[in-house]
């Protein structure tokens, strides 16, 4: 029996093969490593929002009970006192847009547990005047006595150093 050897025909087409397949491997690799990093900022995100937005929302509560405990006569009658301002000046820019305004009243974060640390937020309640309870109740003759109600705007907003930023705002009026 004739054993033949095909030692000089063999020119490493296979090596040559195996190296571009593990080339291709390593990059698909690559491209699914860089989706899950990118996929797992993006939920950290959005946690971080969800925090935010939850304790602006606390703090928007908070404004509430304020606003309910505040009287007319407790009003200042310009700038802002404990978390209470008074009417917004209609040429000046909005409170909460004016970097110089430091009204702001810090909220208690009742939120927060020893598992979850919930970022800081901060809310005014500013008196926006007397509105009508009903429709054209203000336009009768004579007026009622419950016809008018105070009035007031809140804005909280939960804004910390690399964290998200949730600004709330709602419109209360005392019933």
Not at 98 to 103: E, H, L, Q, V
């Amino acid at each position: 029996m004739k054993i033949i050897h095909f030692s000089g025909r063999q020119q490493g087409a296979s090596l040559l093969v195996v190296l571009i397949l593990l080339l291709l491997m390593t990059i698909m690799g690559l491209a699914v490593l860089r989706g899950t990093t990118m996929e797992e900022r993006m939920t950290a995100n959005l946690y971080d929002r969800s925090l935010s937005f939850q304790a602006a929302e606390s703090a928007l509560r908070q404004g509430e009970v304020l606003a309910r405990a505040t009287t007319v006569a407790a009003v200042p009658s310009s700038g802002c006192s404990n978390g209470v301002c008074s009417l917004p000046d209609t040429t000046a820019a909005d409170r909460w847009l004016d970097t110089s305004f430091n009204g702001w009243r810090a909220a208690s974060n009742n939120l927060a547990d020893s598992n979850t640390p919930m970022p800081d937020a901060r809310y005014i309640v500013e008196y926006m005047g007397m509105t009508p309870t009903w429709p054209a109740c203000d336009r009768q003759i004579p007026r009622e006595k419950l016809c008018l109600t105070p009035r007031f705007r809140i804005t909280a907003i939960s804004a910390e150093d690399g964290r998200a930023v949730v600004m709330l705002q709602t419109t209360y009026n005392i019933q």
